[in-house]
Structures are given as structure tokens and as C-alpha cells.
């Protein structure tokens, strides 16, 4: 599975998603300048549902994610890339010139995620802790269906009444 963004020049804005809305969570890492990307193919780690911002080539017209499952791209204006790891895995990313030249392509690795976390079995069920200080539910790839439900449908619940809109 492959997905293609295409933008002309510097201004534009394109953004793919293949699995709905990337909550990006602002943290200091982020306010940093953009990392350049070399062209040598080294690997690019992202943690899962963390950003890692980098700078495109300036010729870029055509950017591939190998796989969107694994990682989304997102360009911003100024030749910026906002890689967001969304699942445990690797795929590549690829960056051409309007003649189909490579200007760089990479391993985008993306790894588990940093904070402290907790992981409860309880017989097969999994459930997953977040422990920074305190110990707090957490969304993550691979807890059983109910616990992961039940605190997706909690946070979608937490995001609607905070944008204002009417529950269902």
C-alpha cells in the first residue's frame, strides 16, 4: 500500500490521513527548528503518536509514505515536514523533483512510545498505563478491544464537549 502527496512550490499545503484525525500533542521538541533531511537514506525515528518536524529538499514535488498506517506526512509551508508515527513498524518516505528524480528517500522507523508506561494483563486482556506521575489510561496499539474502546469513545466524548458540538 502506497500513498502519494503532490504540491507545486513552497506555499502550498497538502495533508494526507488514511485513518481520520492526527491529534498532534504540542511538546518542547516540537518548537525546535526543522532537522534537515540528508539524502543518504539514514533511518528517521518517530515515536508512536508523537511529530518529528524536518526539512524537505527544495525542489520537492512529490512526496510517498510507504506505508500511511505506519507513519503520516504532512508538508507546511517553508519546505517543512511533520512526520507523525501512527502504528509500531517501518515504512519509507521518498521525496521527488518534477522530473521523477530522487532527492532523498529514508527508513521511517516508528518505535514505541517514551513516557513511563504500565502494562496490565489481566489473563489475555492487555490494558495500558500511563504513569507521569500518576497512573492514567492510555490509548495504545494492541490493548484489548474493550479497554481500547472504551477509551477511545472516553476521549472522543472529551473532544466533542470541548469543541462545543452536540453529543449523539
Known amino acids: 500500500m502506497s500513498a502519494c502527496v503532490a504540491f507545486s512550490g513552497r506555499r502550498s499545503r497538502w495533508s494526507f490521513a488514511l485513518a ?20 543518504t537514506g539514514t533511518a528517521i525515528t518517530v515515536h508512536l ?3 518529528r518536524v524536518l526539512e524537505l529538499p527544495e525542489r520537492t514535488s512529490t512526496l510517498v ?21 501512527k502504528s509500531y513498524g517501518a515504512t519509507n518516505l521518498v521525496a521527488l523533483d518534477r522530473s521523477g528524480r530522487t532527492l532523498l528517500e529514508h527508513v521511517i522507523e516508528v518505535q514505541g512510545p517514551r513516557d513511563n508506561i504500565v502494562v496490565v494483563y489481566r489473563g489475555i486482556e492487555r490494558e ?22 472504551a477509551n477511545l469513545t472516553q476521549s472522543g466524548n472529551l473532544n466533542t464537549q470541548a469543541q462545543g458540538a452536540p453529543q449523539k
Open 65 to 85: 509514505v510507504g506505508n500511511p498506517l505506519i507513519a503520516d506526512a504532512s508538508v507546511q509551508p517553508g519546505g517543512v515536514l511533520v512526520i507523525t508515527g
Open 128 to 149: 495500558s498505563y500511563s504513569c507521569m506521575p500518576y497512573c492514567e489510561r492510555r490509548i495504545t496499539l494492541g490493548d484489548s478491544a474493550g479497554y481500547f474502546t
Open 20 to 39: 481520520g484525525l492526527t491529534l498532534l500533542v504540542a511538546s518542547p521538541t516540537l518548537a525546535a527548528d526543522p532537522v534537515p533531511v540528508s539524502s
Open 49 to 51: 503518536d508523537q511529530a
